[in-house]
């Protein structure tokens, strides 16, 4: 009996829309969700609720972040998954601070050159798509490090709800159907048959996925060696080399997780911690923020001509720079203290004029002495006992390689295309890359993700991250400026309109229709070229805010189906 009242709660936890114990929704503030006392915001309602719920029943925000990664792995397979990797940066409430790398890595066989023909020239669809394409997924290793570390529940207890929703499946979003629909004939090409994502779905059609509700109940009853070691380990390396793959289970069994120092970086009264290599998204951000310090955002005002000039030209400095010098710190020495050194970074902004842009092909990477996806999902957790946590994770691509595992119930990722295929060639995402992020044996590939925490005068006060590939970092950046600068809620904040510069292409893409036809106008005169036709999401946004009053606000990104869930 007990049981099947804890499933009945699960289920009616996760079905009802409008729950929200406690708090209140939009106010005359155009203040986002408010909570009391904790709070989930992800990119599914379905894995708020289930995160929010293991709060609920005690559990702290490292036990709600495996119950989210996992129930976005169900609800959220377009970037949520098991065969993907991810980064978290937390902060704890008595104010210790880390971060967790448990990105993809290459598999033992790959090469430097191995999406290359005979003649040099780069082949992406290698990388993009098929067997080839995969990298050693890195998402449940990833759980179970976090669990071992600060997790206060039983793994069984975290997982029964997720496992619940598998099996009665998720109900089809309108965004989720034209997705599904977009990339059919994809899923049909790389897996030769029909998959279950393949199918004909409408809006409020439920997909059940009873083959993750599976291989999650052996990951519970078998821990970690079940994916690295185990029987779903074992079909997904053989799934791989029937289909010409090079992962092998040696991969797998060594596979390993990095807790590492996260970046820290001074930004006015804040103080930025955001993730280290193999993640860009620290430096790059850190740099920006350091080179746009002695600008009077403020004054020149939100997406304003001035505002939108400064942030670009800083945003081209830093690009260039993470073109050059970031990868895989257990493969390459990255000179991080010099990259956010003040002494570096002024000197960056040096050329600017507000008069004219400055092209790319005169900026390269900066002189030291001495010396990424569209696709991805991000959530933030904040706990009733103060811990705080930013998780960005991804398959790459949308739906990742494409190739969906039947049996077990997940897709595969396509992180290999984040490597340098051949330095100086674009990767899908249109990031140049150098030796730093060349392919290596065991190497992880450099990432554009950027979960991030701020602190206000030594206390917790933001928790934020974003998909969106190379937007990330940008979209990160101007929702952190959007509340700091031009003192906007947190859905406020969230919710303006983006544009975004990464160096290469040099061109400023903006969210259409959002920005003022004389301000883009003006740029045009100024010599920077702009890219509104694309119908592109510039990020999605899932962040926490905390109030002055102590309570907390919610920015669940209006693009996307994303939902703040707390009491």
């Known amino acids: 009996m007990k049981k099947i009242i804890y499933f009945v709660a699960i289920i009616l936890l996760v079905s009802c829309k409008e729950e929200q114990p406690l708090a209140t929704l939009k106010s005359k503030d155009n203040l986002g969700f408010v909570a009391d006392s904790a709070m989930v915001v992800s990119a599914k309602e379905e894995a708020s609720s289930i995160g929010l719920f293991i709060l609920q029943q005690g559990g702290n925000a490292f036990d709600a972040m495996v119950a989210t990664e996992m129930a976005l792995a169900v609800s959220y397979p377009f970037a949520g998954n098991l065969g993907g990797g991810g980064f978290m940066v937390y902060r704890k409430a008595d104010g210790e601070i880390g971060s967790l790398d448990y990105r993809e890595r290459a598999p033992y066989l790959a090469t430097k050159t191995m999406y290359q023909d005979k003649d040099g020239n780069v082949q992406p669809e290698k990388s993009m798509f098929g067997a080839l394409a995969v990298g050693v997924p890195g998402t449940v290793a990833g759980i179970f490090a976090t669990h071992e570390k600060f997790g206060s529940l039983p793994m069984e207890e975290i997982l ?136 009077p955002l403020d004054e020149f005002g939100h997406n304003s001509l001035k505002s939108i000039q400064v942030l670009t030209e800083a945003e081209r400095r830093a690009y260039a720079d993470r073109s050059f010098y970031l990868g895989d710190p257990e493969f390459f020495d990255i000179p991080v203290e010099t990259l956010l050194s003040d002494e570096y970074v002024s000197g960056r902004m040096d050329n600017f004029s507000f008069e004219q842009a400055t092209p790319s092909s005169s900026i390269s990477y900066g002189e030291i002495p001495g010396y990424e996806s569209d696709e991805t999902t991000h959530y933030s957790i904040v706990d009733q006992f103060g811990n705080a946590i930013a998780v960005t994770t991804t398959l790459n691509g949308a739906y990742g390689s494409k190739m969906f595992i039947e049996e077990l119930g997940f897709f595969l990722n396509n992180e290999m295309d984040d490597f340098s295929s051949k330095p100086g060639v674009p990767n899908m995402f249109g990031l140049i890359g150098a030796e ?42 101007q929702t952190i400026l959007n509340v700091e600068e031009f003192g906007m809620s947190m859905q406020e904040a969230v919710d303006a309109p983006r544009f975004h510069h990464q160096w290469l292409p040099d061109e400023i893409l903006f969210e259409p229709r959002a920005f003022e036809a004389q301000i883009l106008d003006s740029l045009t005169q100024k010599g920077y070229n702009i890219n509104e036709g694309e119908s592109r999401i510039i990020g999605k946004v899932d962040a926490i805010k905390v109030l002055p009053d102590g309570r907390l606000e919610g920015g669940a990104d209006k693009r996307g189906d994303d939902s703040a869930k707390g009491y």
């Open 160 to 295: 029964k709800p997720v496992i619940a929703l598998a099996q009665k499946g998720f109900v089809v979003t309108e965004k989720q159907n034209n997705t599904l629909a977009r990339y059919r004939e994809q899923f049909l090409q790389e897996n030769k048959d029909t998959i279950l994502f393949a199918k004909s779905y409408n809006s409020g059609d439920t997909i059940k996925n009873p083959q993750l509700a599976n291989t999650l109940e052996r990951i519970v009853q078998n821990g970690k060696d079940e994916f690295y070691g185990g029987e779903t380990g074992k079909k997904l390396v053989a799934y791989l080399q029937e289909r010409g793959g090079i992962m092998s289970m040696e991969d797998l069994k060594e596979y390993q997780t990095h807790w590492r120092d996260p970046i820290e970086v001074k930004y006015n009264d804040l103080k930025i911690i955001s993730m280290p290599p193999p993640s860009s998204g620290g430096i790059v951000l850190g740099q920006i923020l350091k080179m746009l310090e002695s600008y």
């Open 436 to 477: 730093a992020n060349a392919i290596a044996p065991g190497k992880k590939m450099l990432s554009s993700m950027t979960p991030t925490i701020v602190e206000k005068n030594g206390e917790f006060y933001m928790s934020l991250g974003s998909p969106g590939g190379s937007t990330i970092i940008t979209s990160v950046l």
